[in-house]
Each structure stands twice: as C-alpha cells, then as structure tokens.
C-alpha cells in the first residue's frame, strides 16, 4: 500500500517549496511556516503547520492539546491556557510576560521559544516537553516531529484503559491450561496418617491427650478412621470415627455421599453417624455472580473498578452522565475502588462494598442436602436432616427445610424452617428466619463502604420447649446491635467498633456493650475499650453494674535497638475497673530465634489469683509442629509439650514423607522434570532429568530435586489445580515447558503422578523493513506476532531502534510471523506473514535472516 495521498502531497509541497539549502540556514526569529508531520507517541498524527527557529520547531499549542487531550481554552485579550489532570495543574501562555508559570515552577521564554500569530500560540519543543514531562523527536529530513512518552498524557492512559477493557472482555490475561486431565479413578492408593499429642510433664495419662487420623484413597474417595483420647488419656476408651466420602465434581443430583460419622446438614448440623447426600458442590468457588455497580458522573466520564489492586471492570458514562458496571463478586466481603477519569484527565476516587452471605446461591441454582443417623452426642439418638435452597435472583436466595430429633426419655422434637437472606441494592442487606419450636431472627445490615458497618439483630425464642437444643434454655429474645467505622476513609489504622447486646429471659434481662478504638502509630497498635453489663434487678445475675476499662497494645520490633532487642516485639494488656483500680494486667515478649523457631515469655496478673509466668516456644518445621509452654504462679509450676504432624505415603515413587500437617482429605502432585529430546511429552530412560527447577501448582511452590523428581502437598482434593513451570528457573534461556499450563484434577489422600517436559528452543532473528522510494527503512517499535500453527498459541515481540528483532525459547514447529494488525491501520500499510519452521535440537537452533517487509 502507498503512503497515504494527501499527506505525500504535503509533503512533497513542503520539499519543493523549502530546498534543503534553506533548511541550513537560520531563520528569522518570528519563525518560518513549514509543514511537519506531528505524532503524539502511538496514539494520532496530524499534519500541521508548525514554525521552524533554527534547529527547532515551534507547534501550534491547540493542536497538540487536541492530540494529547488536555484542556485548552483561549483567555481573554490574547492568552492560551492548558488544564493538566490529575490535579488541574494550569499553565498560561501571556503575551504580556516573558514566562509561563505551572504549579510551583516558573518556565523563562526567549523569543524563541514562543510565537503568537493570527491567536495562535506556538510553543518550542522545550517547553512544551517541560510542560507536559515528556520529549519530542524532530526529524527534518522526512519532517516529522514525534513527541515520546505519550503513555503519561490523557491519551496515553486513556488508550491504556480501551486496551485494559479489550481485555477484559477478550478474557486476555487468564491462566487458560493448553492440557487438562481429569479425575483419576483408583480403586486404592496413597495413605496419610495424621497425628497430634499432649503431654504434661507430670501425669501423661491424667492431663495428656493424643489423636491420629488414616485416610487412604479407596474406590476414588476419602476413607478416614480416626481414634481420639476422650478428654484425658486415661478418662476411658478413645472414641472411633469412620467414614468414606465419595465426590462426583460434575455430577447433577449427587455431587456428595458420605458414608459413616461426621456432620449432618443443614444450617445447624449436629455429629452423626448414618449418610448425607447432596448436589452442593464439595469446595464452593469464590465466585459468585457479576452484580451491578450503579452511579453518575458527568458525560464523557470513564470509570475503572478496582478490587485488591486488579482491575475488574471499566466503563464509560452515557450522555447523562450514568455509568453501571457488571462486577465479579465473590462470597463474603467484597470492597470495590473506583476510579474515574474525566474527560480532559480529571481523576476521582471512591469506595463501595457488597457482601454475599455464606448460604446465599446465584439465579435459579437449586441445590438440597438430605442426612440421617444416630447422635454421637448424648442429647439426642438420632437426628435427620431435609435441607432446601434455591436461587431467586443475583440477589435473594430461600431456604427450607426440617430438623428432627429423637430423645431416650425426652419427647422429640421437630423444627421446620424457612429463611430468606439477600440484598436491597448494594448496601442493605437483609436476612429472615424462622425456626418452628424454635425462633424467629430479623437481620439488617448496612455496609455502604469498607470503612462503615451498621448490623441489627433481633431473635425472638420459643416458649414451651422441653430441653431445646437449638436455642438457649430460659431465653425469650435477644437484642444484638454491631457498628464499625473508619473515621479516615481508606485508612485502615484507626477504627473504632462497638457491640450492644440485650438478652431478656423469665426473670428479666442484662443488657452489656463494648466500645473500642484501634490506633497504629508508627510500629504501635494501641487498642482502649470500654465493657459495661447492666442486670435488671429481677434477673438471677441481678447485681451491680459493672464497667471495665481495657488497653491492649501491641508492637513491631525496632531495629534500631540493636540486633538482640531488635528483633523484640511485644503485646500487653491492661482492665481497670470503674474506679480507676487495676484489676488484671499482662505483658509478653516474642522474638524469632530463626525461621522456624520462636519465643515468647511473659507474665500475667489477676487480682486475687496472683502473678503467673509463662514461656513458650513454638517450632514451625515443614515436617512437624510443636510447642512448649511452662508455666509457674500461685498454684505451682508446669510444662506441657504439643506436638503435631502428618505421614504422608508416595506409592509412585515408593517414599514417604513428613509435613506438619493436618493432611487428611488433602492431596498432592509428584513427578519428574525432564528435557524433551525427542518431543514425545513422555519420558525415556536416556533423558536428561532437570534439577532445580521451580513449579507452581495452585498456590504451592516446589523445585525439582537433584535427581529431578518434585513432590507438591497440600492441595484440594477432588478439584483442579493449575501447573505451570516457572521458566526463569530453567538452565538454558532456550528451554520452554511443552505445556504453558496443565489443569490436574486430584485426588484425596494421595499423590498424583504428573512428569513435566521441557523442549529444547530455538531463537528467531531479522528486521521490519518499510518500502521507499529510496528503499528500504527500518522501522522501529512495531509489534510483531509469532503465531504457531495448529494452536491457539501467540507470542508477541517489538523491533528494535534499528528495525532488528529477536526472539528465544520459540519452541518446534511451523510458524506464520506478522505485524500486528492494529499498527499496520495506524501506519496505513501492509505485510506478508512470513513462514518460518523452528527444527528440534538440544543445543538450540536459530532461524535466523528473517525478514518483514512491510508497503
């Protein structure tokens, strides 16, 4: 494609009516009218008149605004003024003063650096780019003048959020595996073995307990059998739990079954053993749903939402200034920063949050839970369970169900339920329950941002149940009010929280309430309460009121203080009582002896049980976890050692391992990590096996050890994981994982076999080239795509200053090699994808000569 026909004819008037020798010479001040190609970085070219002083060149102020998309007006008799954002920084341009002022700088003008004509302002390329904190480029052999660094301009951050929102909505960015394997079905493999231990140093049996938990994985689920002292070791027989849970991740109706001892369902599960069977999944995701965010700005308005740093969503308002974003929502608290950029670069920021209830289900989800079984506690001999829920909107969920309790000499009891919890707009949110034979809750809560909170709770109890289990005996309705505030938006270093709770029952009522503010100044968190309870004088708990003071604080270590006191951090805690008296006290000091060693002594004070001494020392090892903790006061001295820890079983590789656990119902990956001669994705006796290189699965790091092989715990069973090897870590730059990612599914209780290739890449080399009529030139900055045939694979690169480009790790394979569409629109040409063939070799190979022409 030939250079666009307008701009040539400029061009070529421009070259015949200013001959090079003019060009060398030096004009007058006022300036000489030439004809300049401006580009404001990638982002727009405009041909425009510019004026030429010397070797510089003088560009119309209104203009560049325009490219740039700054705010420029014209003043009144004769100035120009430009409105920098964020921050609305201005700077006038004034014929009567030999300067421009902006912000807190002066900018001196010589009568070269600015000219005014037909109420025009032309400013020099120095002082615009002081202006604007960026440079220009004037080249007057092909007239072109190129201000760099356009990505700090309006433009630039506004093309950064339409190339964010392209993302976004091409869902770029995502982790997508090019290899997913499904569940593997076993019918027995892998053992865990956890295992935990009290010990007093005096009377093992009479203060000492101990627990150990088997899981195995058997038919593709989780068998666990698990012994437990009851209480001290010798307060009777050990008490036995066994069970197998089998999960099917896909399935419709029966996602679970369980199978032997654990926890009913329902809202208020209670020990069984007997079966439960649901279509919840095992491990709900974080997401919930995409909600809306709605609001107004003024027209022309952008809007990006933010949550933890990670951009979210973007938006643009409508001609009345309204915006609304669909956002990605997940259970429990969900903080959302927005910020909005107006159309000449102003900024604002703000917050908004919206919670989603533990129980809550997306739009038309419907999920049940059915259990049955014989108590394992001595309230009851049985219980059964019928749970029901189901998803009215993004917003509202209903629940209901039935709990049944059979009781030895007891009547039983049956308590239907139905509830309903949702939302009312982004900041209320509402939950309604009632429990027959039991109670009837009321809950509002208003939650506009993260840095206020307001809950109220009102519980309303059954009269005339015969030793109720699910609610407090005696109790008629409880009272409970919550609030927290951060009076510094955003600062999450002072708060101030309170409760208020008021408890009636058959005698009369108490009413208590707590007050307190948190402070962190410097490396100090200072934390002072005030508790009160008020008895009615009807209530059996009938007395004096009571209030308490409190101070908890809290410290960083100080490096300053040397390399032993240093590393000292402390927490103490003071309660006076409404006299002023000090009624109990405590202090300790923690320091870290070392990665996994640490320790802490301390006293505390009580009035009228004295002064207690206490050391600790905890040990975090990855194969065991343990604590030490003596102890020495008024009624003696002691010591007592906890430990704890996990046995895990690798059948693949026939070893066993220790973690500190827990471990049961956990699962884990292990495998080799080799190099790909001959490209087969499996591994030959032969290969090289690769030590040192470092893997991620999921949110668990590992590195291949000397004889290559990894092992990865503590991952979720039954779910997917995602592996990826970090490349950096491999010894050749020219190496490359065969896969980018590989989705796993695991399984309970064992280690999945998983080997991971590496292929031995190349390197591609060679030039863009642009075609003149005075041949070929470079062309810098273009960003180049390597498209590798058969996939969904892309990697980008961008030519250098020279035109010159080079990629490794490219791995084998056919190739089509092409300038990115969207710079061949800008710059009005074409190309012709070159075909390139990438040949295996475990030294490397180099395509080289390449070369992208582009018309």
Request: proline share 7%.
């Amino acid at each position: 494609m030939t250079p666009r026909g307008p701009l040539a004819a400029l061009v070529l008037a421009a070259m015949l009516l200013a001959p090079q020798a003019a060009l060398s010479q030096t004009p007058g001040r006022a300036g000489e009218p030439v004809i300049v190609e401006l580009s404001v970085g990638r982002y727009g070219t405009r041909t425009v008149e510019a004026l030429q002083v010397g070797r510089d060149v003088l560009l119309p102020v209104s203009v560049v605004a325009e490219l740039a998309e700054i705010r420029y007006r014209r003043v009144p008799p004769a100035s120009a003024e430009l409105v920098l954002e964020p921050g609305a920084r201005r700077a006038l341009s004034d014929p009567a003063t030999t300067e421009i002022r902006f912000g807190d700088t002066t900018l001196a003008l010589t009568p070269a650096d600015r000219v005014i004509r037909a109420g025009e302002h032309y400013l020099s390329t120095r002082i615009l780019g002081a202006l604007l904190h960026t440079s220009f480029a004037v080249s007057w052999s092909d007239l072109s003048v190129v201000l760099l660094d356009a990505d700090s301009l309006p433009v630039g951050r506004r093309r950064a959020r339409d190339r964010a929102l392209a993302a976004l909505r091409g869902g770029q960015g995502e982790a997508v595996p090019d290899l997913s394997l499904g569940f593997e079905k076993v019918r027995w493999d892998g053992m865990v073995l956890d295992y935990s231990a009290l010990m007093p140093a005096t009377d093992l049996l009479g203060g000492g307990a101990y627990s150990a938990n088997l899981g195995l994985n058997l038919f593709g689920g989780s068998f666990e059998a698990a012994l437990a002292s009851a209480g001290p070791a010798r307060g009777g027989p050990p008490r036995l739990d066994a069970s197998w849970t089998g999960v099917w991740r896909t399935a419709r109706w029966i996602s679970q079954a369980r199978i032997g001892d654990g926890l009913a369902t329902g809202p208020r599960p209670r020990s069984v053993r007997g079966f439960s069977l649901t279509n919840a999944p095992f491990l709900r995701r974080s997401f919930f749903d995409d909600l809306p965010f709605a609001g107004a700005l003024g027209p022309g308005w952008q809007i990006e939402a933010y949550r933890g740093g990670r951009l979210l969503a973007l938006d643009s308002a409508d001609a009345l200034g309204r915006f609304s974003l669909d956002l990605p929502v997940e259970y429990g608290e969900n903080p959302v920063d927005f910020v909005a950029y107006g159309p000449f670069g102003e900024i604002r920021e703000f917050n908004r949050t919206y919670r989603v209830a533990g129980d809550a289900l997306p739009a038309s989800r419907f999920e049940y839970a059915v259990a049955a079984g014989a108590c394992r506690t001595p309230e009851c001999t049985a219980n059964a369970n019928l749970d029901l829920r189901y998803g009215l909107s993004r917003r509202w969920s209903v629940r209901g169900g039935a709990d049944r309790f059979w009781r030895d000499t007891l009547p039983g009891l049956s308590h239907p339920y139905v509830g309903l919890s949702g939302s009312l707009g982004n900041a209320w949110g509402v939950n309604l329950e009632g429990v027959a034979n039991a109670v009837v809750r009321t809950a509002l809560r208003y939650e506009p941002t993260d840095d206020f909170r307001l809950t109220a709770e009102y519980d309303d109890f059954a009269s005339g149940t015969v030793a109720p289990l699910l609610t407090p005996l005696g109790r008629r309705n409880q009272w409970t009010f919550t609030a927290f505030a951060r009076p510094i938006p955003r600062r999450e270093d002072v708060y101030f929280d309170a409760t208020l709770d008021r408890i009636e029952d058959g005698f009369g009522g108490s009413t208590s309430g707590r007050l307190g503010v948190s402070l962190f100044t410097a490396r100090m968190r200072l934390s002072p309460a005030v508790r009160f309870t008020r008895a009615d004088a009807t209530a059996i708990a009938a007395g004096a009121p009571r209030t308490a003071l409190s101070l908890a604080t809290f410290s960083l270590p100080y490096p300053e203080l040397g390399p032993l006191l240093g590393a000292v951090s402390t927490r103490t805690s003071w309660e006076l009582d409404v006299a002023g008296r000090l009624t109990a006290a405590a202090g300790y000091l923690s320091r870290a002896l070392g990665p996994s060693l640490r320790l802490e002594t301390g006293a505390g004070w009580a009035r009228g049980a004295g002064t207690t001494f206490t050391l600790y020392v905890s040990t975090q090892l990855p194969t065991v976890r343990s604590t030490t903790t003596v102890t020495t006061g008024a009624l003696g001295a002691g010591m007592t050692q906890f430990v704890q820890g996990s046995l895990l079983y690798d059948p693949s590789s026939r070893g066993v391992a220790f973690v500190s656990g827990p471990s049961v119902e956990r699962a884990g990956l292990s495998g080799r990590v080799f190099l790909d001669a001959n490209g087969d994705g499996r591994w030959t006796p032969g290969e090289t096996l690769l030590a040192g290189v470092r893997l991620r699965a999921g949110y668990v790091t590992a590195v291949s050890d000397s004889a290559g092989r990894y092992r990865v715990w503590d991952l979720p069973a039954f779910e997917p994981v995602l592996v990826a090897v970090d490349s950096t870590t491999l010894a050749s730059p020219l190496w490359v994982p065969t896969h980018g990612a590989v989705s796993v599914e695991t399984g309970p209780n064992r280690f999945r076999e998983l080997d991971l290739p590496i292929l031995p890449g190349g390197v591609i080399e060679g030039k863009v080239v642009r075609d003149t009529p005075t041949g070929p030139m470079p062309v810098a900055g273009a960003r180049l795509l390597l498209r590798r045939r058969g996939s969904e694979e892309v990697r980008s690169l961008t030519s250098f200053s020279d035109g010159a480009f080079y990629l490794m790790g490219v791995k084998p394979g056919d190739y089509d090699l092409m300038v990115d569409r969207g710079d061949l629109e800008r710059l009005g040409l074409s190309d012709t994808p070159v075909d390139l063939a990438m040949p295996a070799d475990p030294d490397g190979a180099t395509v080289g000569g390449l070369e992208v022409r582009l018309r």
